[in-house]
T-cell receptor
Framework: EAQVTQNPRYLITVTGKKLTVTCSQN?????MSWYRQDPGLGLRQIYY???????DKGDVPEGYKVSRKEKRNFPLILESPSPNQTSLYFC?????????????FGPGTRLTVL | AQKITQTQPGMFVQEKEAVTLDCTYD???????LFWYKQPSSGEMIFLIY??????QNATEGRYSLNFQKARKSANLVISASQLGDSAMYFC???????????????FGIGTKLQVIP
């Protein structure tokens, strides 16, 4: 089954404790992206990757890191989480052949930073 | 900068009626793609419909159609014959190239919450 998986689905942590949210896709997609969803703000792109070792900042990259060492994986790293990073996070993937490529979304990770 | 505007925070529609959800966009690119997604209360993001900037005909997918007016930079979603299961958040999104070229950025609107009334 074609899918994007994220782990963990729920996470409560404390300020400053480094964490990683994993994202994996089994569709051989080149394009992967992280979003955060906040009430009244919609989804905002954090980082995206066009392919292995090719990443770029989205609209809200501060406080986040990513890496793309393998095509299927695109982890999101919070080196020193703060309460304003409490949010619902989505990973998504798609082909990168054109603008019409539909993104497939993971189930989301709900993060709470105390 | 790329921007998507959805001005209707919430909408109500009677079951079996049609409803239009508004979306306007701003980009300096000539090539871009416009998407609509549905997010039910369970939280998953579901792709509904796509319209390319060079497509001359409005896109349709079952009960969903996209009213694309390029000169006005609008891409409104029309849902015909609303069903109770259509109650959800709806997001308009645009995919275009960044200034650097070759990189594809995606911008979402803030969403519209649709409630279908029996």
């Amino acid at each position: 089954e074609a899918q994007v998986t994220q782990n963990p689905r729920y996470l409560i942590t404390v300020t400053g404790k480094k964490l990683t949210v994993t994202c994996s896709q089994n569709m051989n997609h080149e394009y992967m992206s992280w979003y955060r969803q906040d009430p009244g703000l919609g989804l905002r792109q954090i980082y995206y990757s066009m392919n292995v070792e090719v990443t770029d900042k989205g609209d809200v990259p501060e406080g986040y890191k990513v890496s793309r060492k393998e095509k299927r994986n695109f982890p999101l790293i919070l080196e020193s989480p703060s309460p304003n990073q409490t949010s619902l996070y989505f990973c998504a993937s798609s082909r990168a052949s054109g603008l019409s490529d539909t993104q497939y979304f993971g189930p989301g990770t709900r993060l709470t930073v105390l | 900068a790329q921007k998507i505007t959805q001005t209707q925070p919430g909408m109500f529609v009677q079951e079996k009626e049609a409803v239009t959800l508004d979306c306007t966009y701003d980009t300096s690119d000539q090539s871009y793609g416009l998407f609509w997604y549905k997010q039910p209360s369970s939280g998953e993001m579901i792709f509904l419909i796509y319209q390319g900037s060079y497509d001359e005909q409005n896109a349709t997918e079952g009960r969903y159609s996209l009213n694309f007016q390029k000169a006005r930079k609008s891409a409104n979603l029309v849902i015909s014959a609303s069903q109770l299961g259509d109650s959800a958040m709806y997001f308009c999104a645009m995919r275009d190239f960044t200034i650097q070229g070759g990189y594809q950025k995606v911008t979402f609107g803030i969403g519209t919450k649709l409630q279908v009334i029996p």
